[in-house]
């Protein structure tokens, strides 16, 4: 699927108002999370971004459902804060600055021994505050071991069903291994509301790398583009 159509779709999903799950497949390095960022500033520039919270979440190392639940949290800022690094000024100011002071809490508390348990707690409690926002998990192929793609598909399914959320999912499906490949195909269809195959033609490759458009460059870099693709699929 083209570029311009990726995005087309994107858009439809970040400005609309139904909770949904859309899912963003491609090759490493094709620009899925540039396209999506990108997508979702704009729509933040044209008051069109329909949420109050956001959350992004790349599940590299994340190695539990506990953790990914957490992540969810911690990473969340206001929807007019996308773009913006974690700061005072966004801790006092967003939609979700009572979250933010929770984790200030939670990370002293979780190198005290005798408070570990208490709070893992609330930890869990914190999770429950998750609820009518746009959330993007990425790198779904660069998971823990331990943490089970149907387990994160299952999370998915209850945050858009029970909570009112958006979620986007980013991966290279051509990158799972083992049960995870399996797991996928068995349960995707059943969470996924919309998928897209990320995948730029070499004209496309080149339009984004090269702003100033000129066509000398242009010419000679979609040939060897081109050259490329055709060695890697012959």
Not at 10 to 29: D, L
Not at 46 to 60: E, N, P, R, T
């Amino acid at each position: 699927m083209s570029i311009e159509l990726v995005k087309k779709e994107i858009t439809r999903f970040i400005t609309s108002h139904k909770p949904a799950v859309i899912c963003i497949k491609g090759a490493w390095g094709v620009g899925k999370t540039y396209s999506w960022n990108e997508c979702l500033h704009s729509a933040q520039l044209s008051g069109k971004l329909d949420c109050a919270s956001y959350s992004y979440v790349s599940l590299f190392g994340l190695d539990s459902l506990e953790q990914l639940k957490y992540a969810i949290f911690e990473n969340s800022v206001s929807g007019s804060a996308i773009g913006s690094a974690a700061s005072l000024e966004s801790i006092t100011s967003n939609t979700v600055s009572i979250a933010n002071r929770w984790r200030k809490s939670l990370g002293w508390l979780s190198v005290v021994p005798k408070a570990r348990d208490f709070a893992a707690v609330l930890q869990s409690v914190a999770f429950l505050s998750v609820r009518d926002r746009l959330i993007c998990i990425d790198d779904i192929e660069r998971k823990g071991a331990h943490l089970a793609i149907r387990d994160v598909l299952g999370l998915i399914s209850q945050l858009a069903d029970q909570r009112g959320c958006k979620i986007a999912l980013i991966l290279n499906d051509g990158a799972l291994q083992g049960s995870d490949i399996e797991d996928f195909a068995r349960f995707n269809e059943k969470v996924i509301d919309v998928s897209l195959d990320f995948s730029p033609t070499s004209r496309e490759c080149v339009s984004v790398a090269l702003a100033d458009k000129s066509v000398s460059w242009h010419q000679h870099l979609e040939a060897i583009l081109s050259n490329l693709t055709f060695l890697i699929s012959g």
